[in-house]
């Protein structure tokens, strides 16, 4: 009779700290952590990193952001060919980023978190993965706000004959050419991909909710001068960057002034009539609503290609029957293909399903549709976890600098935790309730609130879970540094 076998499971592999996601973020942390000699890995979903600039790859692919200001402080890519980046060159320096820093080494790739679980007697993370299970002491969830992209609910569409796909998963085996296609959607990747296409496509049909307010777009190519100056003079860069986050702080602190609103919504209008000489559909191209209440968008090329005549604008999508889509106003076409251009799912972020805190709820369950962070980095009830990105951080500037805050935020945390021997922070509660409260009365008379628009800003119970009411200064200010005072601490 064979011995029975009486070996101890094999423990699950620990760290101090864990990152999820391989995008800006993630990276960005994993760069700070090795930088102060930390334990860490990075678990990684996909086969490869740089999350929503590996992702999303339709033409005409690029950045909002001036490439000067759209990266890393701490590692500058004097290279950028345009102002505003196009997505192979942000993969690219994504790429060169991570095997500058050696981040690979780190980086488990296939690994795609299942569930975050927080253990109160042995305090810390569980983390299950399709490759398996890790814990940590520590975990910092660099997620991503656009990560899940959106596919709306159409009646009917599951009888569409023809190709569908969501943009963000851009099926480059289908050739556009001659087809009849229908976009739904009109947001920031249907500017740019909608122009591109239009020339080869037989007919395009635009089905669009509420148009966008669409500012003319800076870009112009950087000659390679210019490109060897800011590789010979850093500082030259520098400059640049800095006047570029004074543009934009300026800009974003401007949009709750109606007098200058009404500058930018000038400046809207004008290139709406630069390139569609047709009134009836100006009148269907321009927004009655404040802008700045939805996200800005910026392009030279958008009007002028919904002014082809292969082009027809329309409503919102009512039904699909077959070939044929039909809108909100009864007018339908056929179509060959139907492209999504629908966005992410932002203002409810799906990791908030995967992480289990303290009480046994996921953050899902606790937010009930209305999610809500300190700083938007950390959550109550999830003790040693930090939010990148998180919630009420969104402002109309480069992501790098809400980035770079909050790393330093995390980093002032980890290290003060080490060197005082703490196990456990959490947020308390009372702080984080009196920071919220504040919070959402800033927003109270902001654009974003009450501009007169439906936005991903508002979520499901209307509730502004999306921006940050105050500056980036404001923003870099409060979190220069983590205040150990805010929270409840136990130590080993």
């Not at 790739?109 to 890790?134: C, K, Y």
Request: hydrophobic residues 40%.
């Amino acid at each position: 009779m064979p011995a029975a076998n009486t070996s101890e499971p094999t423990p699950a592999p620990h760290h101090e700290i864990i990152v999820v996601g391989a995008g800006f973020a993630g990276i960005g942390a994993a760069i700070k952590l090795k930088q102060a000699g930390m334990d860490f890995i990075v678990l990684e979903k996909s086969a490869e990193i740089g999350g929503v600039w590996r992702d999303n790859s339709y033409p005409d692919c690029a950045c909002d952001v001036p490439s000067a200001l759209y990266s890393y402080s701490f590692a500058p890519n004097p290279r950028w060919s345009h102002v505003f980046a196009r997505q192979s060159e942000i993969k690219a320096y994504t790429d060169d980023v991570a095997a500058r820093f050696d981040i690979l080494a780190h980086t488990k790739l296939n690994h795609e978190m299942r569930a975050a679980v927080w253990d109160p007697d042995a305090r810390l993370w569980q983390i299950e993965t399709s490759a398996g299970p890790f814990t940590a002491r520590f975990v910092i969830f660099a997620c991503g706000p656009m990560h899940k992209p959106v596919t709306p609910h159409i009646k009917g569409m599951e009888s569409f004959t023809g190709t569908s796909f969501h943009s963000a998963r851009w099926d480059h085996g289908q050739n556009l050419a001659g087809k009849r296609v229908a976009v739904i959607g009109s947001g920031a990747s249907a500017i740019q991909f909608l122009p591109a296409i239009q020339p080869d496509v037989a007919e395009l049909t635009l089905f669009q909710r509420t148009p966008p307010w669409v500012l003319p777009k800076m870009d112009a190519s950087i000659p390679e001068k210019w490109q060897r100056r800011f590789a010979r003079f850093p500082i030259l860069q520098t400059a640049l960057r800095q006047v570029l986050y004074l543009y934009f702080e300026r800009l974003n602190s401007s949009l709750n002034s109606p007098r200058a609103r009404e500058k930018l919504e000038a400046r809207a209008l004008k290139n709406i009539h630069r390139g569609v000489k047709d009134e009836a559909l100006r009148q269907r191209l321009t927004p009655d609503y404040a802008i700045g209440c939805k996200r800005i968008l910026q392009s030279n090329t958008w009007y002028r290609a919904l002014a082809q005549p292969n082009v027809s604008v329309t409503g919102g999508v009512a039904e699909i029957r077959g070939d044929r889509v039909i809108a909100q106003d009864g007018s339908e076409c056929q179509v060959d293909v139907i492209i999504y251009a629908t966005g992410f799912e932002v203002a409810n972020p799906p990791v908030a399903e995967l992480i289990t805190g303290a009480s046994g709820q996921t953050l899902a369950a606790q937010w009930q549709g209305s999610p809500q962070a300190y700083l938007g980095t950390m959550a109550a009830d999830c003790p040693n976890a930090f939010l990148t990105f998180g919630p009420n951080l969104y402002t109309f500037s480069s992501a790098f600098v809400i980035l770079e805050a909050q790393l330093a935020y995390i980093m002032s945390a980890l290290t003060q935790a080490r060197s005082r021997k703490i196990t456990t922070l959490a947020i308390n509660p009372a702080t984080s309730e009196t920071y919220n409260r504040n919070l959402q009365t800033a927003l109270a008379t902001s654009v974003w609130n009450i501009g007169g628009c439906t936005s991903y800003f508002l979520d499901r119970n209307g509730h502004n879970a999306t921006n940050w009411p105050w500056t980036t200064t404001a923003m870099r200010r409060r979190l220069k540094r983590f205040r150990l005072k805010d929270y409840v601490v136990s130590k080993a």
